[in-house]
C-alpha cells in the first residue's frame, strides 16, 4: 500500500530510504568499536554485491551487445569524455562559492560508469533497444573498475586522496575479483539468482544502505556537517541537474544527428546519461581513504534522485509514441 501511493505521487521508496539511513547516521552514528564493525561490513557488502554482478551478467548478452560498436562507442563518450568535461566546466565557473569537498564530489560524478538496473529498465518501458543497453551499461561498469580511478588520478590529482598501487589492489580484490568469481559461478547459480530477483534487489539496495550509513556516520563522528550551509546543498542541486540536462540534451541531438533509430536512441540516451551509485560510493571509499566521505559522495546521491525522476518521466513521454506501422507482404496483402 505505501509503495503504490508513494509511485502515485512519482516518488521512489528508495529515496525515502535513503533519507532514513541519512537521518539514523545522524541520530546513532557508529562510533569506536561498531565503527570498526561498520567498516568490515561495508567491505563484505560490496565484495557480495559485485559477486551477485558477476553471477548474473551474460557473457552471451555482453558479446552481442558489442557488435554495436557505434552505439557502444558514443555511450562509452558520453560517460567518460562529455561528462567529465562538462564536470571541469562546471567546477570551475562556481568554485567561488562551492566547497572544495562537493567540488570534488561534482568531479567524481562525472568519471563514473553508468548504472545497470535502472538504464535496462528505462530502456525496456520506453520500448527502445534493451540487449544494447544491457550491454553498453555493463561494459561501463567494467571499463568503470580502471577508467575511473585513472580519471580521478588524472583530473583531481591530489585531490583525489591516497591514490596508488595500492588503490588499484584494493579496487581488484573488493570489486574485480568478486565480479570474477560470480562469472565463473555463474553457471551454477544464475539461474537461481534469476528466479529471486526481488532477494537480489534486497541484497543490492541493502549493500549500498549500509555504505551510506558508514560514510554519513564517518561525517558525523569528524563534525563534517557543520560546513554544510543551505546555499552549499541548493548549489550542488542545480549543479547536479544542469549537467544532467546537458547530458540529456547532447545525447540525444547527438543521437539523431548521427542516424540512430528511436530505439538505439533511446538505450543511448538512459546509459549515457546515468551515473552508478552502487559502483561509486564503493570505489569512492577506496580512492578518498582518509577525507570527507559524506560531503563527496553528497553530489552523487542527489544526481541519482535526479537521474530517476527525469529518466522516469523521459521514459514515459517516449512510451507514448506510437507503434511503427507492420509492413504486409504482398501475400499478407492479398489475403487481406
Known amino acids: 500500500m505505501l509503495r503504490r501511493t508513494l509511485a ?37 557488502a560490496v565484495a557480495l ?57 561534482i568531479m567524481f560524478v562525472c568519471v563514473l560508469p553508468s548504472t545497470v538496473q535502472s538504464s535496462i529498465a528505462f530502456t525496456s518501458i520506453a520500448r527502445g533497444n534493451v540487449p ?30 591516497d591514490f596508488s598501487t595500492k588503490a588499484v589492489e584494493d579496487i581488484a580484490l573488493q570489486l574485480l575479483l568478486p565480479f570474477l568469481v560470480g562469472q565463473v559461478l555463474r553457471p551454477l547459480i544464475g539461474a537461481f539468482l534469476l528466479r529471486h530477483k526481488a532477494v537480489m534487489s534486497l ?23 557543520s560546513q554544510v550551509t543551505l546555499r552549499d546543498l541548493g548549489l550542488v542541486i542545480l549543479l547536479d541537474i544542469v549537467l544532467l540536462a546537458l547530458v540529456l540534451v547532447t545525447t540525444t541531438v547527438l543521437s539523431r544527428r548521427f542516424g540512430f533509430s528511436k530505439e538505439d536512441e533511446i538505450a543511448i540516451v538512459f546509459c549515457g546519461s546515468k551515473k ?26 542527489l544526481f541519482h534522485q535526479a537521474q530517476l525522476f527525469a529518466c522516469a518521466t523521459l521514459a514515459q513521454r517516449y512510451a507514448r ?16
Open 8 to 44: 502515485r505521487f512519482g516518488i521512489d521508496p528508495y529515496l525515502i530510504a535513503l533519507i532514513a539511513t541519512v537521518a539514523v547516521a545522524a541520530l546513532l552514528p557508529a562510533r569506536g568499536v561498531a565503527a570498526i564493525v561498520a567498516e568490515d561490513a561495508v567491505k563484505v
Open 132 to 161: 544494447a543497453a544491457l550491454c553498453s551499461a555493463s561494459v561501463s561498469n567494467l571499463f568503470g573498475m580502471v577508467m575511473t580511478p585513472l580519471l580521478v588520478m588524472l583530473l583531481l590529482g591530489s585531490k583525489g586522496g
Open 203 to 225: 541484497v543490492d539496495r541493502g549493500s549500498i544502505l549500509l555504505v551510506v550509513y558508514a560514510a554519513f556516520s564517518e561525517g558525523m563522528v569528524a563534525g563534517i556537517w
Open 276 to 301: 552508478s551509485m552502487a559502483s561509486g560510493i564503493p570505489m569512492a571509499n577506496i580512492l578518498f581513504t582518509g577525507q570527507a566521505m559524506g560531503l563527496i559522495v553528497l553530489p552523487l546521491m
Open 321 to 336: 509514441r506510437p507503434e511503427p506501422a507492420v509492413q504486409l507482404t504482398p501475400a499478407q496483402t492479398a489475403e487481406a
Open 49 to 105: 554485491l559485485f559477486f551477485l554482478y558477476g553471477a548474473r551478467l551474460s557473457p552471451h548478452a555482453v558479446w552481442e551487445g558489442l557488435l554495436h560498436w557505434r552505439l557502444q562507442s558514443l555511450v562509452f563518450a558520453s560517460t567518460y569524455v562529455l561528462f567529465p568535461l562538462l564536470g571541469l566546466v562546471l567546477t570551475r565557473l562556481s568554485a567561488p562559492w562551492l566547497a572544495p569537498e562537493l567540488a570534488l564530489g
